[in-house]
Every structure is written in C-alpha cells, then in structure tokens.
C-alpha cells in the first residue's frame, strides 16, 4: 500500500502556523516523504522533500517523526495565497511513480 | 526557461474522435508523465517515460497511447475518446524517477471534456 492518510480539510488563521499532518505508517525504508500542493486549477507545486531528517527550505518545514510512520508539513506564516489543497506522497523505487492521494485542502482565513 | 509546456490548453471533443496533448520540458530532463485529475479527487498517473526510448504503463492507462517523440517532449494520444476521459490532463518532468530526491515538476494542465 503505497498511500498516505491526511484530514480532508484544515482552516488557518492569516499569519499563523499551518501545521499539516501526514500517516505513512507502512512506509518503506528507502520511500521518500514528498509534499506538493495545488492552487486551484494550476498544476502541482513542489513544497519540500525528506527520508530521516527534518528539513526546511524557503517554503516551508518538515517533520518526521523518528520512526517515519508520520510527518508534518509546516507553513510558518500562512498568507490568503496559501490556500490550496496539500498533498503527502511516498515516493521510493524507480517504477512506483508518485501517487497522490486526496490531499488536504487547507484554508487560510483573514 | 519556460519549465513544462502543454498543449492545447482547453479542448471540446466528440466521443469517438481522436487528439493527441502535447507537452514539452526544457530542464534536461530524463523522465516525463502523463497524469488525470477528475474534479474533487487526486492525480492519477497514466503512462510515464522513465528516459528517452521507454514508456510504461501507471495507474490508468487505457483508452490512451503515448510517444517519447524525443528528450524535451512526451504526447498523450486519446484514440477514440469516451466521455469518461473527460479530465485535466497534467504533464509533469524530472531529472530521473530512481530514487534519491526526485522532484516532478508540472504543466499547467489540459482541460478536456468529451461530448
């Protein structure tokens, strides 16, 4: 099973953290944790990557759980313009392409 | 650098009729994907081209043919369209599709809808 389980939605307030969490407790050693997200109608937008370590970049953070059967994605400020639908992938051997699950779709509120 | 470009942008066809999507990346990249988003749900992979001179199958592949035309450009082909293709059609690249740190980077999507 190569997928992923994130909540539907999640609501934000303007300026606070979003904090979006993934389960991928069957993943495998090798499988990469992937987050992307998609601003209606456009294509998906890669966020941040990681195997092991906590990572972070200009976008935003990621957290994995010592054990790797979670991750949370973190957008420090969230803005209106980060309203979009997020996605958690695992992604590990060539041929077990990208797959997106339903994503949630985070709302940020004024 | 304009990333992934695909073609036609919107398209209206008549079940039975035949249209191939085109897409292009120019970012060097090896790998190249075809993906459907129905409304309301995720990406669904289609076919995929892991280098130049292979193509193979993803979640979904019938009703659809694909061509590794060369490096820079993948096309999706619809034979005989049927109304349940009617879809968003993402084409996506990256450098490779072996593990590592592979980011997939996407088109800006083709809105198809067969009558």
């Not at chain 1, 606070?16 to 389960?23: D, G, K, Q, T």
């Not at chain 1, 992604?91 to 997106?100: E, I, R, V």
């Amino acid at each position: 099973d190569a997928k992923t389980t994130q909540p539907t939605s999640m609501d934000c307030a303007e300026g606070r953290a979003a904090n979006l969490p993934c389960n991928h407790s069957t993943i495998s050693g090798n499988e990469y944790v992937y987050w992307y997200r998609q601003i209606h109608s456009q294509g998906p937008q890669y966020i941040i990557h990681g195997l092991k370590n906590n990572e972070t970049n200009e976008m935003a953070s990621l957290i994995i759980t010592e054990d790797r059967k979670s991750s949370t994605l973190i957008l420090p400020h969230a803005t209106l313009r980060d309203t979009a639908v997020y996605y958690c992938i695992r992604h590990g051997n060539a041929g077990n392409m990208l797959t997106f699950g339903g994503g949630t779709r985070l709302m940020v509120k004024p | 650098n304009a990333g992934v470009t695909q073609t036609p942008k919107f398209q209206v066809l008549k079940t039975g009729q035949s249209m191939t999507l085109q897409c292009a990346q120019d970012m060097n990249h090896n790998s190249m994907y075809w993906y459907r988003q129905d409304p309301g749900m995720g990406l669904r992979l289609i076919y995929y081209s892991a280098s130049e001179g292979t193509t193979d199958k993803g979640e979904v592949p019938n009703g659809y043919n694909v061509s590794r035309l060369n490096k820079r450009e993948f096309s999706l082909r619809l034979e005989s369209a049927a109304p349940s293709q009617t879809s968003v059609y993402f084409c996506a690249s990256s450098l490779q599709t072996a593990v590592g740190g592979n980011t997939i980077y996407f088109g800006e999507g083709s809105w198809l809808t067969v009558v």
